[in-house]
């Protein structure tokens, strides 16, 4: 490793500024010295990362090359040397899923379930993750960190070139990096304030340290989601190197594909431990309509049976109706292509096509654009009720970021919960579940009020206009900045073409040329893509989902098996013949 050339009077300033940061964190807190301490210490890695960067004064034109030597001790899974076979990708992605379900049923030591607020409940399908498990987080530091690379990338804050294999490496490093950064992030606010201790752990510590019983125990919580979402990492990029497709996307496709059969088939009462009735029928949609059915007379079937067996949650069967829809609209999105001719170099009469499928940017944006407003939801929600973010000026308390139910509400309003933002922000950029959460409330404001939170029907569908307009433009920003830090832009496509030993028939053998023919074609099918996955996704929610799953959950689930499946097929060719291998390889 080369020695890296600083500017060590860059320390000055961040040391200024995280005294500062530790003092004001003090007057707002007001917590024993100790506390403090140790909230200091852990804030301190981010100034020493802070200093490695900034202080860099080396060769190379990015500053992120000031981390190199600190990513490089980062603990990874190695990629493989040679080529590895189908029969053990399969092993291993299927080891590897076998482990994630395992770890979403061992919880974590020492919580009280009972009082424990689940901050990303309505994310659920996305993260890919069990409240209270050591998945708790699931893969949401691993999203949140892509999301601000990619916005860096993009906005060419660490100028780097994503063509160059050195930029490349550094940036997959300080991406790491950045995860390990956005499990604290996330994880010590929960633990701090929504992720309860158990009293007799609690009890116990203070036995120990009088005192800081509670703060011991939140410690030791936040070192187990630590361990289980740095887990959740090493997964990904097992199956990323020796398996097949994307650990993230299989999380996600396996814990969506069992809400939605549960959604669908299960027989369990809507309200667990209570016997099966009309007004406590089963909570999948199918079971819950033939029961309905079956045991309604004639006259209440049509007065409120229908109704029920249509709109009421959970699970209605106009759930059904458009899960399945948005099920065989996105496999036909997802089949089809834009298929270029090509041919070999050398090999007269050998032809092909490349194909560039309509959904370019694949499901990627919807996940980035839906883990955005999951922080926003943690974000509004924390800076509204903690301790501490609460009393921080502007952003503390601050209803036009998101104002939360009280408990008197949450215990009086049926429907809500204290995660449920009532307005501002975080109100207009929430996410509806089915009809009977925008559509009757805008067409009966009356009759809705317990949805509505005191808002009128225009408010309601302002929000939902809001709420599509933003996912629909993130999904194609996020689009734009996956495609060109994935080599899936016109140039990088060019060159893999080129190596290969391919060209355009009628072109000129130059990649200049080829990128000029895939820039017709590559811009404009990812911004397609990008708003397509974003109105799916958005529509689904409007319409609602069986099993809780979110739109975003079935559209991810169905694109991700059709593209796990692609993959399979892909590395069987694979095995066919080192020819087809290589030009896969290259691809």
Not at 43 to 54: D, R, S
Not at 195 to 213: E, Q, R, T
Request: aromatic letters at 12%; charged letters at 10%; a positive charge.
């Amino acid at each position: 490793m080369r020695e890296i050339q600083r500017r060590k009077g860059v320390a000055i300033p961040l040391v200024i500024i995280y005294g500062l940061l530790v003092a004001a964190f003090w007057y707002i807190s007001h917590y024993p010295i100790l506390q403090v301490v140790v909230a200091a210490v852990l804030l301190a890695p981010v100034f020493v990362i802070g200093y490695l960067v900034f202080s860099y004064n080396g060769p190379k034109n990015s500053k992120l090359y000031g981390l190199e030597y600190l990513t490089s001790k980062l603990p990874a899974v190695k990629k493989a040397k040679g080529h590895v076979k189908f029969k053990y990708k399969l092993m291993w992605t299927a080891l590897v899923v076998i482990l994630y379900f395992a770890l979403t049923n061992v919880y974590v030591y020492g919580l009280n379930a009972s009082r424990t607020i689940d901050v990303f409940a309505s994310f659920r399908a996305i993260f890919a993750g069990a409240s209270g498990s050591l998945m708790d987080l699931g893969i949401g530091p691993i999203v949140t960190a892509s999301i601000v690379m990619q916005l860096f990338a993009g906005a060419k804050i660490f100028n780097i070139d994503l063509q160059n294999s050195e930029d490349r490496a550094i940036y997959q490093g300080v991406q790491k990096l950045l995860v390990i950064i956005m499990i604290f992030v996330e994880a010590i606010p929960q633990a701090f304030g929504y992720i309860v201790p158990d009293a007799s752990l609690v009890s116990s510590l203070n036995a120990v340290a009088p005192g800081f019983g509670h703060f011991l125990a939140e410690s030791i919580i936040v070192l187990q989601l630590f361990f289980g979402s740095y887990l959740v990492f090493l997964m990904d990029e097992v199956v990323s190197k020796y398996g097949i497709g994307s650990g993230i996307s299989l999380f996600i496709a396996a814990g969506v594909s069992q809400q939605l059969v549960t959604g669908t088939f299960s027989w369990i009462p809507t309200t667990i431990g209570a016997p099966l009735s009309l007004s406590n029928p089963p909570a999948g949609a199918l079971p819950k309509m033939l029961f309905i059915i079956t045991h309604s007379s004639g006259s209440s079937l049509l007065s409120n049976g229908v109704l029920s067996v249509l709109f009421q949650q959970p699970n209605p069967m106009i759930a059904l109706i458009g899960t399945i829809l948005i099920f065989f609209i996105v496999a036909y999105f997802q089949s089809s292509k834009i298929e270029l001719p090509i041919a070999h170099e050398r090999v007269r009469g050998a032809r092909g096509r490349y194909p560039l499928q309509l959904l370019y940017a694949s499901n990627i944006p919807v996940i980035l654009a839906t883990a955005l407003l999951a922080n926003v939801s943690m974000w509004t929600l924390l800076f509204w009720s903690s301790p501490v973010l609460s009393k921080i000026p502007i952003l503390g308390h601050n209803p036009l970021l998101g104002s939360y139910p009280t408990a008197a509400q949450v215990s009086s309003v049926a429907g809500i919960s204290s995660t449920t933002p009532m307005g501002g922000l975080a109100y207009y950029l929430y996410s509806p579940n089915g009809l009977s959460d925008w559509l009757f409330p805008i067409l009966q404001p009356s009759s809705y009020q317990n949805v509505l939170f005191g808002h009128a029907g225009w408010e309601e569908a302002i929000h939902i206009l809001v709420f599509l307009a933003f996912m629909i433009i993130a999904s194609v920003i996020f689009a734009k900045f996956w495609i060109e830090t994935t080599n899936m832009g016109p140039s990088a496509v060019a060159k893999q073409i080129m190596s290969s030993g391919m060209q355009i028939p009628g072109f000129r053998r130059d990649p200049k040329v080829i990128e000029k023919v895939l820039k017709k074609y590559i811009p404009a099918i990812t911004v397609f893509s990008g708003a397509i996955v974003g109105l799916l996704a958005a529509g689904a929610n409007l319409i609602g989902t069986v099993g809780d799953t979110s739109g975003t959950g079935l559209l991810l689930a169905v694109g991700i098996v059709i593209q796990f499946y692609e993959a399979m097929g892909k590395e069987q060719m694979m095995e066919m013949h080192p020819v087809i291998r290589q030009f896969f390889a290259g691809a």
